[in-house]
């Protein structure tokens, strides 16, 4: 199986400031030196996960442009530029290159 | 814009069976390859458990291989989710989404949430 490590656990950014988030596999998720198998989500209490970012760094269609994903291979990263109220959550991220296709831990965000 | 709406009982016994299924509407379930279940214990991370394909190919998280059973009802339009042997272990919300193999879950349900209790 592919472990999916997320960093930090937790983190406090204060409004309008940058927040990253840090995800490593144990195995490299590109394929065919094109695309990284790589998703991020976002889910908030009582809601389900909400699709954030897919091969590493595409948004999903109405996702605020202040959500990035970057990396390759192994590491990757979630980065929010100027972080708003609305985006207290957990972000998690998944493999989607072999089965079981594993999620991070989570990385719990929250204002500082 | 396709939406999931899971169903089934809140309570099974403990070395019961959890039945699970999901319904599609807003879009023809052969319309997506893939459709994936994924569950949450309370307070916890989400879990992978298995994917089918439309027309029935399934991949299941080895870690529960042994007690998952996943099939399509087209006619229904809705794909299910069977889980035997259920303990305490398994309580969580299990969640159906659109997506699987090369696609990333892109639609989720809202969530059903299950108790294994006696």
């Known amino acids: 199986d592919i472990v999916m490590t997320q960093s930090p656990d937790s983190l406090a950014v204060s409004l309008g400031e940058r927040a990253t988030i840090n995800c490593k596999s144990s195995?490299?998720?590109?394929?065919?030196?094109?695309?990284?198998?790589l998703a991020w989500y976002q889910q908030k209490p009582g809601q389900p996960p909400k699709l954030l970012i897919y091969?590493?760094?595409t948004r999903e269609s109405g996702v605020p442009d202040r959500f990035s994903g970057s990396g390759s291979g192994t590491d990757f990263a979630l980065t929010i530029s100027s972080l708003q109220a609305e985006d207290v959550a957990v972000y998690y991220c998944?493999?989607?290159?072999?089965?079981?296709?594993?999620f991070g831990q989570g990385t719990k965000l929250e204002i500082k | 814009q396709v939406q999931l709406q899971g169903s089934g009982p809140g309570l099974v016994k403990p070395s019961g069976t959890l039945s699970l299924t999901c319904a599609v509407s807003?879009?023809?379930?052969?319309?997506?390859?893939?459709w994936t279940w994924v569950r949450q214990p309370p307070g916890k991370g989400l879990e992978w458990i298995g994917e089918?394909?439309?027309?029935?190919?399934?991949n299941y998280n080895p870690s529960l291989k042994s007690r998952v059973t996943m099939s399509v009802d087209k006619s229904k339009n809705q794909f299910s989710l069977k889980l035997s042997s259920v303990t305490a272990a398994d309580t969580a919300v299990y969640y159906c989404?659109?997506?699987?193999?090369?696609?990333?879950?892109?639609?989720w349900g809202q969530g059903t949430l299950v108790t294994v209790s006696s």
């Open positions: 807003g879009g023809s379930i052969s319309s997506s390859n893939w």
């Open positions: 195995q490299s998720v590109l394929f065919n030196s094109n695309n990284n198998y």
């Open positions: 091969w590493a760094s």
């Open positions: 089918i394909y439309h027309g029935g190919d399934t």
């Open positions: 989404a659109r997506g699987g193999a090369a696609v990333p879950a892109g639609n």
């Open positions: 998944q493999q989607y290159f072999s089965t079981p296709r594993t």
